[in-house]
């Protein structure tokens, strides 16, 4: 069948959402369930991984200067501290991720606790910023934190609408990192693991395809791949310059609010 209109703006629509939400605090996965049940567009499991790859590698130029710093002073204490900790942070979500897969751990598809985790989640911010109003944070990363935050992907990982950056953030400013800092060592971490989830998903899609599965709409994949990857670009790069001069808080009122309002339309 030849794709409607409305096909392609429903591509366009999923695209726009997944760039917007993947490294913002607020959760892509939930938004997307959501989108998807608001639109009666269930897509495949393989478009919306192939989008949140798009938006993951969109923002690898973002972080060019610290990849290339650290390939081009791998002898530096400060950088070899800096990288061994990223690396270990990755390590303890692979092998989690890998524990969960193994169990078959799937992600609920009902709205109600994409409500609830996108509620608590808010009401975690403003509290976060409230116990760190006030002090001005360092940039050190210590092994409590990189551990804390591989952890708290994994959390984000069976919560649909924890929202992974959002859960590691708000651990990372709890324990005393400023905004700044939280924010990249989050998108860093989350671009290998991000990546190598997406890459395992898209092998097993391709090599172990659903039984009954329709034909894959690659024409879709593609455009919704190049739509979120535009749009995280643009995301991510407004982000890092508003978290030197804004707090966390309007991003939790918004999930209180996307919370409640999923919870009393949606249930």
Do not use: C
Request: charge should be positive.
């Amino acid at each position: 069948m030849r794709p409607t209109m409305s096909h392609w703006i429903i591509v366009l629509l999923l695209g726009v959402i997944e760039g917007i939400t993947e490294f913002l605090p607020v959760s892509s996965t939930g938004h997307l369930l959501i989108a998807e049940r608001l639109l009666h567009a269930r897509q495949s499991d393989l478009f919306n991984v192939v989008i949140q790859a798009g938006a993951v590698l969109a923002v690898i130029p973002l972080f060019s200067g610290r990849i290339l710093g650290a390939l081009q002073n791998p002898g530096s204490s400060t950088v070899r501290d800096y990288w061994t900790k990223l690396i270990a942070a990755f390590v303890i979500t692979g092998a989690g991720g890998v524990v969960l897969d193994k169990m078959k751990v799937k992600l609920p598809e009902d709205p109600t606790p994409v409500g609830i985790a996108l509620l608590v989640g808010g009401v975690l911010f403003l509290v976060a910023e409230w116990l760190i109003r006030g002090r001005k944070g360092n940039d050190q990363i210590t092994w409590t934190i990189a551990i804390a935050v591989g952890v708290g992907q994994l959390v984000a990982a069976v919560f649909p609408g924890a929202s992974r950056s959002g859960t590691t953030i708000i651990v990372a400013l709890i324990l005393g990192l400023n905004r700044t800092a939280a924010t990249e060592f989050t998108f860093l971490l989350g671009i290998p693991t991000m990546l190598a989830a997406s890459g395992l998903k898209i092998f097993k899609a391709l090599h172990h395809p659903p039984v009954g599965a329709a034909p894959e709409d690659w024409s879709a994949v593609g455009l919704g791949f190049l739509v979120s990857a535009v749009v995280s670009f643009v995301v991510v790069k407004w982000l890092l310059g508003y978290v030197r001069n804004h707090t966390f808080a309007a991003f939790g009122y918004y999930r209180i609010a996307a919370g409640l309002l999923i919870l009393i339309a949606l249930r």
